[in-house]
């Protein structure tokens, strides 16, 4: 196996079980429960996976609507969606004076011995060599851009904690990576997981049933579940619960 880039595969993908619903209806924009393994927008590199803004485009009749973030194919939660130009602009704005607050939850291998930690460590390309062969890693490294998040346990069971994340800053792959820091690798991740092959593999072959099996899920266990931002003049903040992949994979865990 070589060095693998995210955009170098061909293998076939698991296809979605859900479809995108929306949640909350605003005259600016949408809040929108997006389910994992479908694309925030089309991207040319995997034309064969769905993606939230054509969906609510055909199924609203709304040409306008935009993304003023993005979530990763499989990350699973609440995606906002702009329903008109003069919108889009008001969240650009908002993002980038880091006035949008994101709450996520995260199923990790481990158990943390705190309740509450927040993590301000740089985040930048591990570089290829040695052990890694994957491009895109992050890593805690010296000359990295400053990366906050704070985490707080919710629950522990079996070896396994259901933490909150809220990253202060937006980096690539930030709470993932911050977390495999922390030495609690997501369940389900293949790039930051416990097995460094994972990926890889992943790439050539695809979503194997063997390679759920090693993983736990087949995606990470990962979901935004609060976004929250000023609008109107008022504090406005939406909920998407748990999804439910990853809800049963928790309730399956024996209590401690």
């Known amino acids: 196996m070589g060095t693998v880039t995210m955009n ?3 293998a076939p993908l698991l296809p979605p079980t859900e479809k995108p619903r929306v949640v909350v209806e605003h005259p600016d924009f949408y809040v929108v429960q997006k389910p994992a393994l479908w694309l925030t927008h089309p991207v040319r590199a995997r034309v064969d996976v769905p993606d939230v803004l054509t969906y609510l485009r055909r199924t609203t009749g709304e040409p306008d609507l935009a993304p003023p973030h993005r979530l ?5 939660g609440a995606q906002v969606l702009s329903r ?3 919108a889009a602009q008001r969240f650009f704005t908002l993002f980038k004076t880091h006035l949008v607050g994101k709450t996520y939850l995260a199923i990790v291998h481990g158990v943390p011995d705190w309740e509450r930690r927040t993590l301000d460590a740089p985040l930048g390309d591990l570089g290829l060599g040695g052990a890694n062969r994957i491009a895109i890693r992050q890593a805690v490294v010296p000359d990295g851009r400053p ?3 704070d ?7 079996a070896g396994h904690a259901l933490i909150e994340a809220f990253p202060r800053s937006g980096r690539l792959h930030q709470i993932r990576a911050h977390l495999a820091h922390l030495g609690l690798p997501m369940v389900g991740d293949k790039i930051y997981g416990r097995d460094p092959s994972v990926f890889l593999e992943f790439m050539e072959v695809g979503q194997t049933p063997e390679l759920t099996a090693r993983l736990g899920l087949p995606r990470q266990a990962l979901h935004a579940v609060r976004i929250a931002f000023p609008w109107g003049g008022t504090q406005f903040s939406a909920q998407v619960p748990l999804a439910s992949d990853l809800q049963a994979y928790w309730d399956a865990l024996p209590l401690e």
């Open 151 to 157: 985490f707080r346990v919710v629950e522990r069971r």
């Open 8 to 10: 170098a595969s061909r």
């Open 72 to 76: 990763d194919r499989e990350t699973s």
């Open 84 to 86: 008109d130009r003069e």
């Open 147 to 149: 990366a906050v998040t």
